[in-house]
Structure formats: C-alpha cells, structure tokens
C-alpha cells in the first residue's frame, strides 16, 4: 500500500508539471503579444543567473563561468521571459553536464543581434536529434535519471519565447580539437535594442 502510494504520489507531481508546462505553453504567445519588448542588459542578467546558481549548488554540480563581451550589450526582450529560457536551458545544462563540469555563459555582439550561448560538457546532442529536441514532448534525458522528471516542454517552450521576440535558438555540438564532441552548445540571437 505504501509503495503504492508513492507511485501515486510521484505522478501527480508529474501530471502537475505537465499540465503547468502545457498552460505556460499556450500563454506565452497571448502575453508577449500584449508585452512590448524592453532593453534589458544581457551581461548582468546572465551574472546574476550564474551567481544564483554557484552559491545554491550542491557540491558535485557544475560551475557556472560567464564570458563577457566588451561593451553593455542591451537585447529587445520581455525579461520575465528571457530568464525563464535562460533557467530552462542553465537547468538542461546541468541536467547533462558531468560532476564539477563546466557551463559557460557566453554573451557576443553580431551586427543585429546580441548572441547569448550555453555550453556545457556533457554528451553532446545525437546528431538526428539537433532539430527535433525542440518538438513539444521530446525529451531526451541523462542516463540514469528518472522518468518523469521533466515534462518534454523546456526547449519547446523556450523557442517559442525566443521566436517570439523576433530572435531565433539554435543547438549543436561543441567538438575538441580531435573532432569528438565535448559538449553542447545552445545559442539564443535577440535583436539589439
């Protein structure tokens, strides 16, 4: 009976996940439809997001470093929502970085764009994944983990965030000088403001 209740327990949390992923989901549109992008100064976000999470970290997480690009480099963005992509993707980060690895923090200027990379040194993606991991549902997680962790929603969501804004994300692999893949690497452009 227990354990029973337990397993009932564990999918509530999941089901409850799910359905607030799948809410958040069909909000996002309608709100950033009705919320005019701002600047928001990306180098002291992605500091702040970093500071966050190396002084809550158990002892065996990664590390966060952040490497900045010269000058204060302001992004048009809804910062409620650049954040929660930001978190999505520093949590994925970790989810499949190695004990004490490294996730980097890298905010360039294009000629349009402010362009914000998370890099990590886990895996890496499976090639035919790089496209279809931002399908609503696709979860592709650490070995070992457990099921029901993660609603499939994340990378989903986020796009339609970035999208949203007029920006676009992108996910590739990170390769060491010998070729084989020493990470992943996901990029988000947001227009300059």
Do not use: W
Request: proline share 7%.
């Amino acid at each position: 009976q227990r354990r029973l209740l337990a397993i009932i327990a564990e999918d509530v949390v999941r089901l409850d996940r799910l359905i607030s992923d799948i809410s958040d989901a069909s909000r996002v549109d309608a709100e950033l439809s009705r919320t005019p992008p701002e600047p928001v100064e990306i180098g002291p976000l992605m500091e702040t997001l970093a500071e966050i999470h190396n002084s809550t970290r158990d002892e065996d997480d990664p590390v966060i470093k952040v490497d900045l690009g010269p000058g204060k480099l302001r992004a048009a963005a809804v910062e409620g929502r650049i954040v929660q992509v930001f978190r999505n993707l520093i949590g994925n980060a970790v989810s499949f970085s190695p004990p004490r690895g490294a996730i980097r923090l890298v905010v360039r200027e294009s000629p349009d764009t402010v362009d914000i990379a998370v890099e990590d040194s886990g895996p890496g993606i499976p090639p035919a994944k790089l496209e279809s991991i931002f399908d609503r549902f696709y979860s592709e997680r650490p070995h070992g983990e457990r099921f029901g962790q993660h609603s499939g929603l994340g990378l989903s969501i986020s796009k339609q965030i970035v999208e949203a804004l007029g920006g676009r994300i992108s996910a590739e692999n990170r390769r060491g000088d010998d070729g084989g893949v020493i990470g992943a690497r996901f990029v988000v452009c947001l227009r300059k403001a």
